[in-house]
């Protein structure tokens, strides 16, 4: 709460002083690119800065991983949404080496979630067959984990002819890019 309150004073300034005018641009991506990136702390301003993006140019879709999942979830949702609605033509995947989506070791979170919210929880939904050891698994590795999400966008039915599909590693300590597709 205090560091929520923190915050809410410092925007109250940022608004008042209008630091918000260097930010000024559309919803529309100046450069046509939708990326989907991990919510890795380290990539918050390295990944566009390294990429030299700036507010405007792009938009990002973040979750743990860069992992598109399901072909019918919010990630993929999103993706088509930049695509056709918010003039996105490419859609890049960017993976980063030393992961911790990839390290996520399901076991582990779930005998975490066992102790917060009791075994029974847990064990009522694997009865009834929410296999939660695959839901909480991430990519064996960065490269795979990227080659198969651009494979599952590049593939998925609602996706129009003229968007491109990349796949990138990023390196979270100084930022350099890695194309691990065509
Ligand atoms: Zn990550």
């Not at 390295?46 to 979830?73: R, T, W, Y």
């Not at 490269?143 to 990138?168: C, F, M, Q, W």
């Amino acid at each position: 709460m205090e560091r929520l309150q923190e915050v809410l004073d410092f925007n109250k300034k940022f608004v008042e002083n209008k630091e918000y005018e260097a930010f000024t641009t559309s919803k529309f991506p100046d450069k046509n690119i939708v990326i989907l990136a991990c919510m890795d702390t380290r990539l918050v301003e390295l990944l566009p800065q390294a990429m030299n993006f700036k507010n405007g140019d792009i938009k990002i879709v973040k979750n743990a991983g860069a992992l598109v999942s399901h072909p019918f979830g919010s990630i993929m949702r999103s993706l088509l949404v930049g695509v056709y609605e918010l003039q996105a033509e490419e859609i890049w995947v960017v993976g980063h080496h030393d992961c911790g989506s990839c390290a996520v070791q399901p076991d582990q979170v779930l005998e975490k979630m066992r102790k917060e919210v009791s075994d029974e929880v847990v064990d009522t939904l694997e009865h009834a067959g929410i296999d939660l050891k695959n839901w909480l698994q991430g990519a064996e590795d960065v490269t795979e984990g990227v080659r198969l999400s651009v494979d599952r966008i590049r593939n998925h039915p609602l996706l129009p002819k003229y968007a491109t599909v990349h796949g990138l590693v990023i390196n979270p300590e100084n930022g350099e890019l890695e194309q691990v597709t065509d």
